[in-house]
C-alpha cells in the first residue's frame, strides 16, 4: 500500500494554532484517497508555530496528485487556524508544495491545489 508523508505548517501569529480536528483528502488522477485525521497520539498537534508530519497509507496508487482537501472540525469550541501551508511526499520521493497562508474559520473544508 503507498504511503504518503504530509507535512502541514501552522502559521506563527498569536492564536495561530487550534485544538480542532484536521482532516485531509488526496485528490490524484487515479483516485481519492479516504479522508484521514491527522492526530498523533499525546501529542498537541497544530501549534503556534509548529511544523508537523503525519504518515497517510492509502489502499492504491492515486497517480499524480492535483490537489489536497484539508476539513477543521470543532473539537470543544470554535478554533481558528492560520495554515501556512501543506507539503506532500509522494511514494516515488516527489515533494509537492500546496500553499495557503490564510485563517481557517468554522467549520470548513478548503482545496489547495500544487503551487
Same mark, same amino acid.
Given at each position: 500500500?503507498?504511503? %504518503? $508523508?504530509?507535512?502541514?505548517? $501552522?502559521?506563527?501569529?498569536? *492564536?495561530?494554532? $487550534?485544538?480542532?480536528?484536521?482532516?485531509?483528502?488526496?485528490?490524484?488522477?487515479?483516485?481519492?484517497?479516504?479522508?484521514?485525521?491527522?492526530?498523533?497520539? *499525546?501529542?498537541?498537534? *497544530?501549534?503556534?508555530?509548529?511544523?508537523?508530519? /503525519?504518515?497517510?497509507?492509502?489502499?492504491?496508487?492515486?497517480?499524480?496528485?492535483?490537489?489536497?482537501?484539508?476539513?477543521?472540525?470543532? /473539537?470543544? %469550541?470554535?478554533?481558528?487556524? %492560520?495554515?501556512?501551508?501543506?507539503?506532500?511526499?509522494?511514494?516515488?520521493?516527489? %515533494?509537492?508544495? *500546496?500553499?495557503? /497562508?490564510?485563517?481557517? $474559520?468554522?467549520?470548513?473544508?478548503?482545496?489547495?491545489?500544487?503551487?
Amino acid at each position: 500500500m503507498p504511503s %504518503y $508523508t504530509v507535512t502541514v505548517a $501552522t502559521g506563527t501569529q498569536w *492564536f495561530a494554532g $487550534t485544538d480542532d480536528y484536521v482532516y485531509l483528502t488526496l485528490q490524484g488522477t487515479s483516485g481519492c484517497s479516504e479522508r484521514h485525521l491527522l492526530d498523533k497520539p *499525546f501529542y498537541n498537534d *497544530f501549534e503556534r508555530g509548529a511544523v508537523d508530519s /503525519y504518515d497517510v497509507t492509502v489502499e492504491e496508487d492515486l497517480g499524480e496528485i492535483q490537489l489536497i482537501k484539508i476539513e477543521k472540525r470543532k /473539537y470543544w %469550541y470554535q478554533d481558528d487556524w %492560520y495554515l501556512k501551508y501543506v507539503t506532500v511526499k509522494t511514494p516515488v520521493g516527489d %515533494y509537492l508544495e *500546496f500553499p495557503c /497562508y490564510r485563517w481557517i $474559520t468554522d467549520e470548513k473544508e478548503v482545496v489547495l491545489r500544487d503551487g
